[in-house]
């Protein structure tokens, strides 16, 4: 950072008079149903299995509850597929909300994001594909998977058309085989799946390569070598929160071509494609992960409210102050709506009047890991931090003098969750993690 400094001049947003939107933050809580409070408590357990050492950190670790706890949160099917949609999950409340903003703001068509860095779509479960499979005795089949392409629809991106013929995989194989064993050999089988129209089944035909060329005279006969059925039933598609909230704004009356998922644009000049409609208000709903519609995203001249379906990575992807959402539509200042949803259980004022909400803060309060024998730790906060509440600062640090652990303190007085308003503290917090590594970490 110094050595940077030497030959920049950085400025913050706090430095720079930039006319941004007025954000209003909702943070919108979600209560969990019995079967999100039973998953918690079978999340305890292992937790507490993992502390007494009882468990093979292979089998079961704390990055894995972890892990498990987002998905419980997120929504309960991700952890038990067959149960029940629950009505009032947040995912569910984050269709409403934004149906609720679609309908209000449809005269200027303005535009949303949806963040969720979980239950993404997979393009793998696309069932029209071609694979390629090559005699080999060594496998139980007799054949060994040797190149599969999912989604037919657009082919290569230098000459986008839909692959529908052998000829056609024939030309792809070729384009993208560099390598020879990469090549199309002789007794190779092609196998095209496609969807039926009514998308109850998958209609498959097979050719093998001979004589450079696919012949398809005898599908079935090469269909039933490879174990496979000309048709069969369409297998369930597994859940994902991508398409579960298209799918409900779409029964609320949003149409799917005004929805879209970052995830399919996946080449610079599609994504750039896809901005242009967002700006133009053709695209009205994007989800997408914070990694792919995070920074360098350019789409922001209609849209009007964000939505955050789960916790990102990084502290500055939840201030609303650092997304350039649209601060006019049609030459009027707007304001802008920034959604943060929650599942848990909120306080009653009684049970605060009463204490009974100490234990449960104390519980899952960082101070309550601080203990004489803690290791050295050197602890950061921003004074206008939005997530962590000053208290847990403050009990951090009494616990800390408390059981004389060795610790650093340095607050950030202009920041929030980042850290990255105060560039001298950020420079003495590094400075200050190096004197720790130096100290601390010992090279094996």
């Not at 706090?14 to 999100?36: C, G, R």
Request: with cysteine; glycine share 6%.
């Amino acid at each position: 950072m110094g050595m940077f400094k030497e030959a920049a001049d950085i400025r913050t947003a706090d430095t720079l008079d930039l006319e941004k939107p007025i954000a209003h933050v909702h943070e919108v809580v979600a209560q969990p149903s019995k079967i999100q409070k039973r998953l918690i408590k079978s999340l305890a357990k292992r937790a507490g299995k993992i502390r007494d050492g009882s468990v093979d950190p292979k089998d079961d670790n704390m990055l894995c509850v972890t892990n498990d706890g987002r998905k419980i949160g997120l929504d309960q099917r991700l952890m038990q597929p067959g149960c029940p949609d629950n009505p009032n999950s947040k995912v569910n409340m984050c269709v409403q909300n934004v149906f609720d903003i679609y309908t209000k703001t449809t005269t200027n068509r303005s535009t949303q994001l949806i963040f969720c860095d979980m239950s993404t779509p997979k393009s793998d479960t696309s069932q029209d594909r071609f694979e390629i499979y090559r005699p080999d005795k060594s496998k139980v089949s007799g054949f060994d998977l040797v190149r599969k392409k999912v989604g037919l629809g657009s082919g290569d991106e230098d000459s986008p058309k839909r692959i529908s013929s052998f000829a056609d995989i024939k030309s792809y194989v070729d384009k993208h085989s560099p390598e020879a064993e990469d090549k199309l050999q002789e007794g190779d089988i092609a196998v095209f799946r496609i969807p039926s129209e009514d998308g109850t089944t998958i209609e498959s035909r097979a050719a093998v390569f001979t004589d450079g060329k696919f012949t398809e005279d005898n599908s079935i006969e090469l269909m039933d070598s490879l174990g496979m059925s000309p048709v069969e039933d369409m297998p369930p598609k597994p859940f994902n929160v991508y398409d579960d909230i298209r799918s409900k704004l779409v029964e609320l009356g949003v149409p799917e071509k005004e929805i879209a998922f970052i995830h399919d644009y996946d080449t610079a000049e599609k994504k750039q494609a896809l901005f242009n409609q967002m700006n133009s208000g053709d695209i009205r709903v994007l989800l997408g992960s914070t990694a792919k519609c995070g920074a360098g995203m350019n789409a922001q001249a209609k849209m009007i409210a964000l939505h955050h379906l789960d916790a990102p990575l990084r502290p500055s992807d939840l201030e609303p102050s650092d997304w350039g959402l649209a601060k006019k539509v049609n030459g009027i200042k707007t304001d802008s709506e920034f959604v943060k949803m929650m599942t848990g259980e909120e306080f009653t004022q009684d049970q605060i009047d009463k204490g009974e909400h100490r234990a449960a803060i104390e519980a899952i309060s960082p101070a309550s890991l601080v203990s004489a024998d803690s290791v050295p730790t050197l602890c950061g906060y921003g004074m206008r931090d939005h997530v962590i509440p000053q208290n847990q600062k403050v009990l951090l640090v009494e616990a800390f003098e408390r059981t004389g652990a060795p610790y650093d303190y340095l607050e950030f007085p202009k920041s929030n969750h980042g850290m990255y308003a105060d560039l001298n503290v950020l420079q003495e917090f590094i400075d200050k993690s190096l004197e720790y590594g130096k100290a601390y970490f010992v090279a094996n």
